[in-house]
Every structure is written in C-alpha cells, then in structure tokens.
T-cell receptor, first 111, second 115 residues
C-alpha cells in the first residue's frame, strides 16, 4: 500500500515567518511529488511540483526533496494570512502516475 | 474558458437512493478521475479513466459506479450500496496520465449529504 504521511496540524505561524510543511512517502518507486493548496470548501490547486533531489524555488515557495530519506517539504517564506489553507502532499510513481495524496496539513498564519 | 465543471454543488441523498454527480471538461484531456474527501482527510481515489469506454477501480470503488461514453464527460453514481456517502467529491482530469509530473486539474467539487 502506497502511503503519504503528513502531520495534520494545525501549524500556526505569525505573519512574515517561514512556514515549514513536511511529508514522507512509503513507495521508493515514487518519482514525482506535488504540493497542492486547498482552501476550505474549495478544490485543490497545484503550487509546486518536484522530481529531482534538492530544492526548487518559485517565488515565496521552496520545495525540497530527499529521495534517500523519502522526505518532501514545502517552505513558505514571508507567510501571509492568505496562505492559511490546507496543504496536500502527493506522490506518483512511474508505474501508474496517479498521485497518492496525504491527509494534508492545516496552516494558520496569524497577523 | 477551459476547465472542469461539476454539478450540482450540493446534493442530498435519501436512504436507498442512487444519485449521480456530473463532471464535464473542455480541456481535451484523456484522463479523468473521481476522488472522495472526508473532513480532515486527504483525497482517496474512487475511479479513473484513461480513454473513452474504459475505466478502472481506485482504492475505494465499492458502492460507486462510473461511465465514460464521451471524452468530455465522466459521471459518478453513488449507489444505495454506499452506506456512508457523506463527503466532498472532486472530479479531476489530466492530459494523458502517462507523463511524469503531470498535474491534475480539479473541478469545484460536490458536497453530498445524506438526509
């Protein structure tokens, strides 16, 4: 059974701080990793995608991948109240490419 | 505008009733998916389809049925056999399902509740 694990939170950070969200996965064959943001009652939207070891930066977001440790993280710099949402980590393998989702981490950014 | 349209936004089911959730996409995507989301939970795959007239069971297919008669449409029926249907249902699509890193495009979701 492929599993993606996330701490459900909530993770509470002050405005302007760095929010660090973590995710581990069980399938060593996983090749692609995704971070989706989901506001309450809305559908998920993709914010980051990574498939190589190391860091990938896009604006205030940085995704980090360590395949040896089977670990993916998302850093949000200069956190804003509008970043308050649930962040879903997903992993897909070469066999099916259909992503397996974690349960998500709730992030609260307080002014 | 291209996108995925789900309807209705809210749906109520009576005991023993089958209900159908609609999903239409105009993105010309080959692959379509149905996910179920319970409060505080991630997305669990119900069914997926890569091409017209073909679909596969996901992790939690029991009590659900689908059809893929047209490329644009992938309706989900929640049957009376699904004893705990209350959840948020998300339809998604992707261009091909064969490329590494292919992202999913989601509809706005349907909240199904039991009366």
């Amino acid at each position: 059974q492929k599993e993606v694990e996330q701490n459900s939170g909530p993770l509470s950070v002050p405005e302007g701080a760095i929010a660090s969200l973590n995710c581990t996965y069980s399938d060593r064959g996983s090749q692609s990793f995704f971070w989706y943001r989901q506001y309450s009652g809305k559908s998920p939207e993709l914010i980051m995608f990574i498939y190589s070891n190391g860091d990938k930066e896009d604006g205030r977001f940085t995704a980090q991948l360590n395949k040896a440790s089977q670990y993916v993280s998302l850093l949000i710099r200069d956190s804003q109240p509008s970043d308050s949402a649930t962040y879903l980590c997903a992993a897909s393998s070469g066999g099916s490419y259909i992503p397996t989702f974690g349960r998500g981490t709730s992030l609260i950014v307080h002014p | 505008d291209g996108g995925i349209t789900q309807s209705p936004k809210y749906l109520f089911r009576k005991e023993g009733q089958n209900v159908t959730l609609s999903c239409e996409q105009n993105l010309n995507h080959d692959a379509m998916y149905w996910y179920r989301q319970d409060p505080g939970q991630g997305l669990r795959l119900i069914y997926y389809s890569q091409i017209v007239n073909d679909f596969q069971k996901g992790d939690i297919a029991e009590g659900y049925s689908v059809s893929r008669e047209k490329k644009e449409s992938f309706p989900l029926t929640v049957t009376s056999a699904q004893k705990n249907p209350t959840a948020f249902y998300l339809c998604a699509s992707s261009p091909t399902r064969r490329n590494v890193g292919e992202k999913l495009f989601f509809g706005s979701g349907t909240q199904l509740s039991v009366l």
